[in-house]
């Protein structure tokens, strides 16, 4: 599923037109990475939440060459799933 499919179901459950389910779809997901990047926790409770994750600078190995490198510290967006989601899919 991709953000078009969502954009169709948004409209077809809510009764809505294309317009106006893409403005809702493209302003719920645009609130999520906003707050990602101002490193805010987004929580949607039985879905999951988003957050920021620093990682520290390290050595790391090329792995063509094998040459020892330095890794930059970097921030990554990470998701953890909510408990009613991961039981859906353990149920099955």
Do not use: C, H
Request: aromatic residues 8%; proline residues 3%.
């Amino acid at each position: 599923m991709n953000k078009i499919d969502i954009i169709n179901k948004v409209a077809e459950e809510m009764k809505l037109n294309q317009k106006v389910a893409k403005m809702a779809v493209d302003t719920i997901v645009d609130t999520i990475k906003k707050a990602i990047v101002n490193s805010e926790r987004v929580e949607i409770r039985g879905f999951g939440s988003f957050t920021l994750r620093n990682y520290k600078a390290y050595k790391g190995r090329n792995p063509k060459t094998g040459e020892l490198v330095d890794v930059q510290p970097k921030k990554l967006p990470y998701f953890k799933v909510g408990k009613e989601l991961k039981e859906m899919i353990w149920k099955d």
